[in-house]
Each structure stands twice: as C-alpha cells, then as structure tokens.
C-alpha cells in the first residue's frame, strides 16, 4: 500500500516530495488553516460534534508539520482533513 500511495502523490507533485518540502508545507498550512477556520464560521461552531471533527484532523495536521513528519503522510493527513471540512461545509451551507 505505501508504494501505491507514493506513486499517487509523485504522479501529481513530482518524484521527489522532500525536495519541495518547504513549499508542500506551505501550502498545506494555508489550505488547512482557511478551509477548518471558514467551516468552523459558516457554522460549525453550533456543534460540539462537528467541531470535533474539524479540530481532530486539523491539530493532527499541524502536529505532523511541526514533528517534520515525511512528506506522504502529512499529505495523507492533509487530504482526509480537506475532505473532512468539505463534508461538514456543504452540511452547514445546505
């Protein structure tokens, strides 16, 4: 499965992802940072439920980038969180 994944993520930013670490993490910063913060306003804060959901995978996120965890499984991480919010972003504006 870890070879099959890495292939995914090298098919869309290259063969080599800790090359342009620093530019991943920024981007993954700033997509996961404005995504959980707009779906925590546009009303996710009215329940406990969904801000649990959005702060789990959020704070995960963020952790793996300080911990300068490998490239695949930040974006692994990152990719649930964006679906995450998502979800609970079309729930709040339907």
Do not use: Y
């Not at 996961?32 to 801000?51: K, N, R, S």
């Amino acid at each position: 499965m870890g070879n099959a994944n890495a292939a995914i993520w090298n098919k869309f930013l290259g063969d080599d992802l800790e090359t342009n670490r620093l530019g991943i993490v920024m981007v993954v910063l700033l997509v996961i940072g404005c995504l959980g913060g707009m779906t925590v306003g546009l009303g996710a804060i009215h329940h406990t439920w969904q801000l649990f959901l959005i702060v789990l995978p959020t704070m995960m996120t963020l952790s793996f980038l300080i911990a300068v965890a490998p490239v695949k499984q930040i974006l692994n991480l990152a990719l649930i969180t964006v679906i995450i919010d998502a979800i609970l972003l079309t729930i709040n504006l339907v």
